[in-house]
């Protein structure tokens, strides 16, 4: 057993979400929990856990899920590193973040909780084409 918690996805932008790959190390949730598609204007919830037995060094706990969007060109990772460290990295585009006064970037940490819950929302403008983060 090792720490876990509920992440949350939500898809408001207008392209559905294929997940491309997925993999991972060490971790007790993960493989099976990010779903295929995440079709637009959805959410998906699911489990996550580190794995933190005996003999198990949590450092290199680690894990990837990658996902296009479908006509759009665009793909982006979600990662899982060492501790509890969990992030998105927008590959091929850079989106703003809602309340920060950051400039566009590509990688946002999300904020690990034990046993609660994260969020992760992307949306963008149709007509502007900018997308936007909003990260809970």
């Known amino acids: 057993m090792g720490q876990g918690g509920i992440f949350t996805i939500t898809n408001s932008t207008q392209y559905d ?7 991972s190390y ?3 949730a993960w493989d099976g929990s990010f779903p295929s598609t995440v079709a637009a204007g959805t959410t998906a919830s699911f489990y996550l856990e580190w794995s933190e037995g005996v003999f198990q060094t949590i450092s290199d706990d680690g894990g990837n899920a990658v ?12 990662k899982a590193r060492g501790a509890h460290n969990l992030s998105v990295f ?19 940490s999300i904020p690990w909780k034990h ?15 900018k997308f936007r983060v909003w990260i809970g």
């Open 17 to 23: 979400w294929t997940r491309t790959s997925i993999d």
């Open 115 to 129: 046993d609660g819950n994260m969020h992760f929302v992307l949306w963008n403008n149709a007509t502007t084409g």
């Open 90 to 108: 927008l590959r091929d585009f850079a989106v703003e973040i809602t309340g920060s006064s950051d400039a566009s970037r590509d990688t946002f």
């Open 26 to 28: 060490q971790m007790n």
């Open 67 to 78: 996902y296009k969007m479908e006509g759009s060109g665009h793909t982006f990772q979600f």
